[in-house]
């Protein structure tokens, strides 16, 4: 079978990130790039030879492109998935789905009606221990879900040096969107309200409007409650760039999921470290982690014709509670998860 040539929209960090999955897994390919501003498009060369192309809709128009994997900023989403879905070609999008309800129903419902396979890059679910904690919790023999917490807390590194477009997206858009998919995977159940409170001031006096911080409380219908924890504020001395924690409570079983120490720690004379391996790391010089079996998983689904672990009903919930917790934390009062469409 011929290998999944894929589009790639963006040559950011993580666009290169998962170029360096496709080209090394023996089922994929890059099929060509596509970026705005080409002055960007340096050592592409690296991952193989592929076209160059000035935008998605382009990209995906290309009759050597047979899936499309989105990279993008994360208000650029919708736009780049619908090019590439009203081209007929699959597609992979960057968590989180999009940042509008209606955009993420849009996208799930032209995926329909066109039939490709599409699916968010939600690669936490394929963190061992993540993916364990689901086979504890999937048959409910612990009894029913009843808490939860999740903390996911970057350096300042990250909102000011590492994306240029932080003012465009909030911590929770960014960071708990992935925690936010797993406790819909782990709870098997959707949100029906949520009350959010922010914080602004350090990142403002660096030049980046977006809340230093937020904390959302959501309620499930089936009566659990969790606790969502984003910050962008973390001193860049903490030795670790991401500060990520969930705590599951059943009504018989207490589960903790800690990602801050992962697994190696290193001591030099300059700092003090734990590199991270666990999201995308490399063994044996190809690249391994949660980051590169999501990819492949996508890979195998479109050529074996299954259906990805990930599903667009479940991402476009994700993005109606993050729209929700920042309508909380601007109005200062619960909101409503809108679940309509």
């Not at 309800?101 to 396979?117: F, G, K, L, W």
């Not at 406790?183 to 001031?201: I, K």
């Amino acid at each position: 079978m011929d290998p999944l040539m894929v589009g790639i929209v963006g040559t950011g960090i993580m666009a290169r990130t998962h170029a360096a999955v496709l080209a090394a897994y023996h089922r994929s390919a890059i099929g060509g790039w596509a970026t705005r501003d080409a002055s960007r498009a340096t050592d592409l060369s690296q991952f193989g030879p592929a076209p160059l192309f000035p935008d998605a809709a382009t990209l995906a128009r290309h009759p050597g492109v047979d899936a499309v994997l989105v990279a993008t900023p994360d208000h650029l989403h919708a736009e780049a998935a619908l090019a590439a879905i009203e081209a007929g070609k699959h597609v992979l999008i960057e968590k989180p789905l999009a940042t509008t309800a209606a955009d993420a129903r849009r996208i799930r419902d032209a995926a329909a009606a066109q039939d490709v396979t599409a699916m968010t890059l939600f690669n936490h679910r394929w963190v061992p221990a993540y993916w364990q904690a689901k086979e504890h919790t999937a048959d409910r023999r612990h009894g029913r879900p009843v808490l939860a917490y999740a903390r996911k807390n970057d350096t300042r590194y990250v909102p000011t040096t590492m994306i240029s477009w932080a003012a465009r997206t909030t911590p929770s858009f960014f960071l708990s969107s992935h925690d936010l998919d797993l406790l819909l995977w782990y709870f098997d159940d959707r949100v029906v309200e949520v009350y959010a409170t922010a914080v602004h001031g350090v990142l403002r006096g660096l030049g980046v409007d977006t809340p230093d911080a937020v904390q959302a409380q959501i309620r499930f219908a089936g009566g659990a409650v969790a606790t969502l924890e984003a910050c962008w504020t973390y001193p860049d001395t903490f030795p670790t760039m991401t500060d990520s924690f969930v705590e599951l409570v059943f009504e018989g079983a207490v589960l903790h999921l800690d990602r801050k120490r992962e697994q190696l720690e290193l001591a030099t004379e300059e700092s003090y470290s734990f590199p991270r391996n666990q999201l995308a790391g490399r063994v044996g010089g190809r690249p391994s982690g949660s980051v590169a079996a999501a990819v492949a998983h996508f890979v195998d689904a479109v050529l074996d014709g299954t259906s990805p672990l990930v599903t667009l009903d479940s991402s476009v919930h994700v993005t109606e509670v993050l729209v929700a917790i920042d309508e909380s934390w601007r109005s200062g009062r619960p909101v409503t998860v809108d679940q309509e469409g």
